[in-house]
């Protein structure tokens, strides 16, 4: 496969740029070649969704706990909810949590006319203020600072993983098969499938308990980290966030006669830095897995214990504890 194909949809004669194996707005550098729509389409159905439902709000929860990752996160959309007012969320780098309201409100006075609007920002009261008198001819129109605080509020939180995170998941290991020695594109053929959700007859990304040591062991604490192995027939990964969060994924079969191979990469999110090498294979694991609801009350719980102990390998000064909600002091 050349580096003129995108890697997901194989277009030559299309618009090819850059896609990041890890978000580039945590910090990820390491990219590889796919089109425009690929792109557009992928950041539009779930990775922009993911981001959202999910790793913002983890990014956020685990600086509640003492952990500063220096990251002036995306906005967490729709965040928090208080007297009947949606707010958008912001962690900055200074680590303190910030507020606005999810889009401007307007009050009406007792006459059905506009008695106030509220606005997000500075800049949006200027702007939206200049067309109030471009459009009303009211020259006495002003502006009036409202600071809100918000102090010692719980904010909901799920460990229930929805669709776009198992597709992030895929998307990331697809990226990093390509690194396989002797890759071809058939090796990923399945995970492309899910990404354009093209039906297959079994489920190819699955949430998992399952940790391996030997994988652990290659990554530093509350890292993202992506395995890809070339093994038994088949070619496989395992995704992983925070050290925590783990999906295992079916890409597709290799060439029989190609010899088997790994290849890993991983971000750590607290100093920072990623890393991308060949290793030996482990002889991964990956099959199907069927969660009940008793099963998926296990899973939240063992994911907390061990975000909890991946957090304060990290550097964490508190015991981190999401069942059911995240708590700003």
Same mark, same amino acid.
């Given at each position: 496969?050349?580096?003129k ?5 194989? @277009?030559? &004669? ?5 896609d990041?194996? !890890? ?16 792109? #557009? ?6 990775e922009?969704? *993911? *981001?959202?439902e ?9 600086s #509640? /706990? ?5 990251? +002036? %996160? ?10 009947g ?5 912001i962690l900055?780098? +200074? ?22 609007v509220?606005?997000?920002s ?5 702007e939206?203020?200049? =067309? ?8 006495? %129109? =002003? ?6 605080? !918000? ?21 990331? *290991?697809? @990226? %990093? ?14 995970? =492309?499938?899910? %990404? !354009? ?9 699955s ?5 391996m ?6 990554r ?5 980290? /992506? ?9 496989? *990964? ?9 999906f295992?994924?079916?890409?597709g079969r290799? &060439? ?11 971000? &750590? ?22 969660? +009940? ?14 975000? &909890? ?11 981190? +504890?999401?069942?059911?909600e995240?708590?700003?002091?």
């Amino acid at each position: 496969m050349t580096r003129k194909h995108c890697i997901y949809c194989l @277009a030559v &004669d299309a618009k090819l740029n850059k896609d990041h194996i !890890f978000n580039d707005w945590y910090g990820g550098k390491k990219r590889v070649t796919s089109c425009e729509v690929c792109n #557009t389409r992928f950041s539009k159905e779930f990775e922009s969704i *993911a *981001a959202n439902e999910f790793l913002v709000p983890l990014y956020t929860a685990l600086s #509640t /706990v003492g952990l500063n990752f220096r990251l +002036d %996160l995306p906005k967490w959309r729709k965040a928090f909810k208080a007297s009947g007012e949606e707010f958008d969320q912001i962690l900055g780098s +200074d680590g303190i949590v910030r507020m606005t309201l999810s889009k401007p409100k307007v009050l009406k006075n007792s006459s059905g006319g506009i008695g106030m609007v509220l606005f997000r920002s500075e800049k949006e009261a200027n702007e939206g203020l200049k =067309r109030l008198i471009a459009k009303t001819g009211k020259t006495h %129109l =002003r502006i009036e600072k409202m600071p809100v605080k !918000f102090k010692g509020f719980r904010q909901p939180f799920s460990y229930d993983m929805k669709q776009s995170t198992f597709l992030l998941a895929m998307k990331m *290991a697809v @990226a %990093l098969a390509t690194r396989l020695p002797n890759f071809d594109p058939l090796e990923t053929l399945l995970g =492309r499938m899910t %990404l !354009f959700g093209e039906s297959t007859s079994e489920k190819l990304v699955s949430e998992t308990l399952t940790h391996m040591k030997k994988i652990d062991s290659l990554r530093p604490p509350l890292s993202h980290m /992506v395995y890809v192995e070339r093994s038994s027939g088949i070619t496989k *990964a395992t995704v992983q966030f925070f050290g925590t969060f783990k999906f295992d994924c079916k890409l597709g079969r290799p &060439d029989p006669t190609v010899p088997d191979a790994a290849v890993l990469g991983w971000f &750590d999110p607290i100093a920072k830095k990623e890393s991308f090498s060949e290793c030996s294979p482990i002889g991964l694991d990956v099959y199907n897995r069927i969660h +009940d609801e008793l099963t998926r009350v296990r899973l939240a719980e063992r994911w907390n214990e061990r975000l &909890d102990e991946e957090a304060r390998a990290a550097g964490s000064t508190k015991k981190i +504890d999401l069942h059911g909600e995240i708590i700003f002091e």
